[in-house]
């Protein structure tokens, strides 16, 4: 006996245009900043009619789920329409699409649709994922709503930056490093204090206490996962007041010209939280100059410690 398809349907008014929206869904790769639930997005295949990409996700019990989704895209219509390559062990087999629709104000009625068949040897299925929908497609459509009318637009309060130390050691043994966060506390000056949780299937949930140039203590909450290129990407699920997204990516490289490790970060500032943090007069540009440095000078300390503790590897191989 066959599964029936399921629907599932959320809707929101968005005070932006179209084209606006419709950018912010097509572009995954600023998804991680934008979506709560998206840990990281890597895009396999890409054309103008659509493309292919794996995303990792948490789901309501806080776990990385990932999956891998075809779309084909509709620029004049403005719709957005998905499938699953395979079946997912949460979700079963899943589809559906994003439609932005004009409203007069230059507004965008924004529609979220999936179509699903449970796995069939789950009797729960139904309602969990529903349950699931309906928290990420409600913290998605008003992700939408806050991101699409930041003024002047995303890319005046986001950043991407990437930092590079040379290796005395193994990049291997700075992974190592990098993975075994746990030990942070004890190995690096600006870490107070870690919690980290091992999730099945090898993600990491990370807690961690950092102190700041002024003395303060600021509480962040990360989602890691090690890839199979041996890079690990990461998501702050709990980020500083003044940012609205973060997330990074660590990378090795070991060839015949040396080692490596590079730190890459990607942010989008909240301009409420802006104001709060560093005064109601400090524009997006300077605003973000101050965050780069602070995320800078924390990710360089780690590279540093990270390339002590590769050379003290090697040297006692």
Not at 184 to 193: I, K, M, Q, S, Y
Not at 281 to 304: C, F, G, I, K, Y
Request: hydrophobic share 35%; charged share 25%.
């Amino acid at each position: 006996m066959n599964t029936p398809e399921i629907h599932a349907r959320h809707e929101a008014e968005i005070g932006a245009l179209p084209s606006t929206v419709y950018e912010l869904v097509t572009n995954v790769s600023l998804w991680p900043v934008i979506f709560r639930p998206t840990v990281h997005t890597q895009v396999l295949e890409r054309s103008v009619e659509g493309d292919r990409f794996e995303i990792w996700a948490t789901v309501s019990s806080g776990e990385v789920n990932t999956w891998r989704s075809r779309r084909e895209f509709d620029a004049v219509g403005r719709r957005v329409t998905f499938r699953q390559d395979h079946d997912n062990p949460l979700f079963g087999l899943m589809g559906g699409g994003w439609t932005c629709a004009p409203l007069d104000g230059g507004r965008t009625k924004v529609v979220l649709e999936h179509r699903f068949t449970p796995p069939p040897d789950q009797a729960d299925a139904r309602e969990r994922i529903v349950r699931e929908l309906d928290s990420n497609g409600a913290a998605e459509l008003e992700a939408l709503r806050t991101v699409s009318v930041l003024p002047g637009g995303v890319d005046m309060w986001r950043l991407t930056f990437t930092e590079s130390v040379g290796l005395t050691g193994s990049a291997e043994a700075a992974r190592e490093f990098i993975w075994d966060a746990d030990r942070w506390p004890e190995r690096l000056p600006h870490v107070t204090g870690l919690e980290l949780v091992e999730q099945k299937g090898g993600a990491q949930d990370m807690t961690m206490q950092t102190r700041a140039p002024d003395g303060t203590v600021h509480t962040t909450r990360s989602v890691r996962v090690l890839l199979s290129d041996g890079s690990i990407v990461y998501k702050q699920t709990r980020p500083p007041r003044a940012l609205l997204g973060h997330s990074g990516r660590w990378d090795f490289r070991s060839d015949g010209s040396g080692s490596s490790i590079s730190s890459t970060h990607t942010f989008l500032l909240d301009p409420a939280g802006v104001a709060e943090v560093f005064g109601p007069d400090v524009p997006a540009q300077q605003a973000s100059h101050r965050v780069r440095a602070a995320l800078s000078a924390n990710s360089r300390v780690t590279m540093e410690h990270a390339d002590l503790y590769s050379a003290a590897a090697g040297a006692n191989r």
